[in-house]
C-alpha cells in the first residue's frame, strides 16, 4: 500500500509517541518481571548445551547445562550400549534397562520428550538399531543371549518416532546391522549374513560370516569393513594359531580386498561421515607402536608420519564433516586425547578410554577419570561436567 509524504510523517510522531508512552505506562502500571510477561532464565552463563547420562547413583539423567539444571528422565535405570542419532539429527534412540526388564526408547533432541518403543522381560537382553538413511524409520533388532553366548530368542522390527512399531517377519534373524541404500536391511544370524526385505523379511542375498568379527558398514551402505579371523598351522610351533586380517568389500560380501594381515593387528575401524573412508589403527613393526591410518579408496595414509611418531595412536573418531580425527595418544604418561590439526598434533587433555566424539568441527567431548569436558581444537575448556557413569549423548540446544 502506498502512503503519502504527509501520512508517513504522521506514522513517525505517532509511533514515537507510542514508545515513550508505553515506557512510561510500563513503569506505573505494573513492575518489571510480572506474571503476564514472559521471564528470562533464571541462569544462562553456562554454554547452550544438553547432556544425557546416567550417573554414578543409577537413573537416566538430561542435564541443561545452560540453566546448570538436571532432571531424572527415568529412574533406576542403567544404560545399555546400544544407541544412535536419526540421519536428520532429531531423535536419539537409545536403551536402557530396570531392575528386571530391557527398553528401546526414543528422545526428541528438540523437545527433550522420550517415546519408549520396545520392552522385552529381562536385563540381558541386547539391542541392535539401523536407521533408515534419509528417513526418521528405525530398524530394530533384539534378543537374549544364549549360555555360549549366541544369539537366543528375538526379533526384528521397524519403529517411528510417534511409537508404532512393526514386526519385520523375521524367524531366525536377530540382528540388524545397516539399511541399505535399496531400501533393503542388512542383518545376521549367528552364522549367516543376510540381505532382507523390510516388508517381508523375504531373502534377497545370504553370506557364510563364521570367520567374520565386527562388521560395520560405511553410512553411505555401499561398504563394509571387518576382521577376518581362521587358524593358520605354525609349523615352527608345531599348533594352530588365531590369523587376523582386515578387510574390506561390497555390502553383501563380494569383492573383499585385504588392506592389513595378521601381524598389523588391525583394531578400533570406524567410517567417516557420508564417504566410503575409513580409520583405524595398526601395529607399525619398526617402532613397535600402533598408529591411526586412513583408507580413501586408493591407498592407506598415517595420519603422522612413522618417523614422528613416539606414543600409541588409538580411537580414532571422525569429526561430523569427516576432514579432522581426534584419537587418543597412548605413552608412558596417562592417556591424552588428540586432534591432528595443520600437520601439527594438538593435545587435548587427559582421557579415559577413547575420546567420545564431536559436538562439532571446533569440539570434541573428552571424558575424563574427574569430569567430562568440551574442547576447542587450541585446547582450551568450554565445558566441564562431573563425570558421569554413561554419557550416552551430547548435543547443542536449539535455538529459541
Not at 547420562?53 to 537416566?60: D, E
Not at 528438540?110 to 520392552?119: E, G, K, P, S, Y
Not at 594352530?240 to 595378521?262: A, C
Request: charged share 20%.
Amino acid at each position: 500500500m502506498h502512503c503519502p509524504p504527509s501520512s508517513l510523517r504522521g506514522l513517525v510522531v505517532f509511533a514515537l509517541i507510542g514508545i515513550l508512552g508505553l515506557g512510561v505506562g510500563c513503569s506505573s502500571s505494573q513492575p518489571p518481571g510480572s506474571a503476564t510477561e514472559p521471564s528470562a532464565p533464571t541462569s544462562s552463563s553456562g554454554p547452550a548445551l544438553f547432556l544425557l547420562y546416567t550417573p554414578p547413583n543409577g537413573g537416566l539423567t538430561l542435564h541443561d547445562a545452560r540453566a546448570d539444571e538436571a532432571r531424572t528422565l527415568i529412574a533406576g535405570a542403567t544404560a545399555k550400549p546400544a544407541r544412535a542419532v536419526s540421519p536428520s539429527g532429531r531423535h536419539l534412540a537409545f536403551s536402557y534397562a530396570t531392575a528386571d526388564s530391557s527398553y528401546l526408547a526414543l528422545l526428541d533432541l528438540t523437545t527433550q520428550q522420550t517415546q519408549r518403543v520396545h520392552a522385552m522381560a529381562g536385563t540381558a537382553v541386547t539391542y541392535s538399531l539401523a536407521w533408515h538413511p534419509d528417513q526418521d524409520r528405525l530398524a530394530v533388532g533384539h534378543y537374549r543371549p544364549t549360555d555360549d553366548g549366541g544369539r537366543g530368542p528375538g526379533g526384528l522390527q521397524i519403529a517411528t518416532p510417534d511409537g508404532a512399531t512393526r514386526d519385520v517377519g523375521c524367524s531366525s534373524v536377530r540382528e540388524v546391522l545397516h539399511w541399505l541404500p535399496d531400501g533393503s536391511l542388512a542383518a545376521r544370524t549367528d552364522e549367516t549374513l543376510y540381505v532382507v526385505d523390510t516388508g517381508d523379511c523375504a531373502t534377497q542375498a545370504s553370506l557364510d560370516i563364521r570367520r567374520m568379527h565386527h562388521l560395520r558398514y560405511a553410512p553411505t551402505g555401499q561398504q563394509m569393513a571387518y576382521i577376518y579371523r581362521e587358524l593358520d598351522y605354525d609349523r615352527d610351533r608345531g599348533e594352530y594359531v588365531p590369523d587376523s586380517s582386515f578387510v574390506l568389500s561390497g555390502p553383501d560380501g563380494t569383492n573383499p580386498e585385504t588392506l592389513f594381515g595378521d601381524t598389523r593387528r588391525a583394531r578400533h575401524h570406524r567410517w567417516a561421515p557420508e564417504t566410503n573412508e575409513v580409520a583405524l589403527d595398526v601395529r607399525v613393526e619398526a617402532s613397535g607402536h600402533r598408529q591411526v591410518v586412513v583408507y580413501d579408496g586408493s591407498r592407506p595414509t598415517f595420519l603422522i608420519s612413522p618417523d614422528q611418531t613416539t606414543a600409541d595412536q588409538v580411537y580414532p573418531r571422525w569429526s561430523p564433516s569427516g576432514n579432522r580425527i581426534a584419537f587418543t595418544l597412548r605413552g608412558d604418561a596417562a592417556p591424552q586425547a588428540a586432534v591432528r590439526v595443520q600437520g601439527q598434533t594438538r593435545r587435548l587433555g587427559r582421557v579415559d578410554g577413547a575420546v567420545w566424539g564431536w559436538l562439532d568441527d571446533r569440539s570434541v567431548v573428552v571424558p575424563g577419570p574427574d569430569s567430562v569436558r568440551v574442547q576447542s581444537l587450541n585446547g582450551a575448556t568450554r565445558y566441564t561436567h562431573s563425570a558421569p557413569e554413561t554419557l550416552l549423548h551430547v548435543w547443542r540446544r536449539p535455538a529459541s
